[in-house]
């Protein structure tokens, strides 16, 4: 599930004539970055949901070439955020285990692919969810507090008020569908079946291995471009 549908307020202009997943990053859309992370980790079929500008981006997904096979969640009527998006194509996604991932989320791999690494460290016997997580003090673009408190066998704690943490949701995860049972038509956001999760000591993360770029705003393009042509050298 690639959640695409978001309004990119804080990328203004760029999002006045575009959505944010076809904001270029080192001449290429957004959400080809991921698409590509996708089709590389083996994943055959992606769902997209639309909203912001669904027509522009729905054009330029049907012109993509190779896999993975897309098929459209449509809320041009209704922006559902992030758990409400996910919960409105839990049809076309089906009854287990899935990925879902930010179509903003951009990182420079380590050694393996962390999608792949992602998919290998879900245990569903132990988890509910597993969610990539990177540095916060050492990812390019992000200036904030953190998400999360990792314990030593992997499991979350939210960060507590007035406290820092060292780790910060890189934009994907593995969810079990069974985490959307009683969460309310329409808007709501992933942090709530994220909380359901973690109220069962079944949240869990997985550190990201390489270096993740917080592209929040205009600005931040260029540090993530910079970062991206250091890596290549």
């Known amino acids: 599930m690639v959640l ?44 997209v949901n639309v909203h912001h500008h669904a027509d522009l981006l729905e054009a330029h997904l049907k012109a993509r070439a190779g896999a993975p096979d897309i098929l459209v969640s449509d809320e041009r009527g209704l922006l559902l955020e ?17 990925l879902a991932i930010n179509s903003d989320t951009i990182w420079i791999e380590g050694a393996r692919p962390n999608l792949v690494r992602l998919m290998e460290q879900f245990d569903p016997e132990r988890m509910d969810a597993l969610l990539l997580l990177a540095s916060a003090a050492h990812s390019i673009g992000y200036d904030g507090l953190g998400d999360f408190q990792m314990d030593k066998l992997g499991r979350l704690e939210r960060r507590g008020e007035r406290t820092i943490a060292p780790f910060v949701y890189a934009g994907a995860a593995i969810l079990k569908p069974e985490l959307f049972e009683g969460t309310p038509e329409g808007a709501f956001s992933l942090n709530r079946v994220f909380d359901r999760a973690a109220a069962a000591e079944r949240l869990f993360g997985l550190r990201l291995d390489g270096i993740w770029m917080h592209v929040g705003t205009p600005d931040a393009i260029a540090l993530a471009e910079e970062a991206i042509e250091r890596s290549s050298d």
């Open 82 to 98: 992030t758990g409400g998006g996910v919960r409105k194509a839990l049809p076309l996604i089906g009854d287990t285990p899935f």
């Open 4 to 47: 695409a549908a978001g309004l990119g307020t804080r990328m203004r202009p760029l999002t006045d004539t575009r959505p944010k997943p076809l904001v270029e990053v080192d001449g290429r859309a957004l959400v080809d970055h991921v698409l590509d992370r996708v089709a590389a980790a083996g994943i055959p079929r992606a769902i």
